[in-house]
């Protein structure tokens, strides 16, 4: 076999795609801020969740008497911190709607073009999360 040659397997239009993630992988090559984006998906995950995890610690150690939850408030006006909370504000707001666009896809079927049937679902599901996000504040804030 002579390995310059690589006409072998033809790829054409015809050609039956066992490659079930197509959904997944877009064809098109995406923006450079876009790919880093979501390569910053688990680290903004990860940092959202250790910076609950220390405000609940910070919490609790606080109900024993200590002033704990204070050192908590001036770490997070830290100017630092508040510029990785933004970021991971924008990642995870990215992550959901790159999540809620994908969900139809997967949901309904790929080979029917029933756009309006996407963008309904898509709505609905923007919808719950804005309702329940105004409850959280709303309880939040009682």
Request: one cysteine or more; proline letters at 5%.
């Amino acid at each position: 076999m002579n390995p310059k040659k690589h006409n072998n397997y033809p790829i054409n239009d015809k050609q039956i795609n066992i490659n079930h993630f197509d959904v997944f992988q877009p064809e098109t090559k995406r923006p450079l801020v876009i790919a880093i984006m979501q390569k910053l998906i688990p680290f903004a995950m990860i940092w959202g969740s250790l910076m609950l995890m220390y405000g609940i610690i910070c919490m609790y150690i606080n109900s024993m008497g200590q002033d704990e939850f204070y050192r908590f408030i001036f770490f997070l006006r830290s100017p630092f911190v508040v510029v990785l909370n933004c970021l991971a504000l924008l990642v995870a707001i990215y992550h959901s709607i790159s999540w809620f666009n994908l969900v139809p896809k997967v949901i309904f079927s790929t080979k029917s073009n029933k756009r309006a049937q996407d963008y309904l679902f898509t709505a609905g599901l923007w919808l719950v999360t804005i309702a329940i996000s105004i409850c959280l504040v709303l309880f939040v804030l009682k």
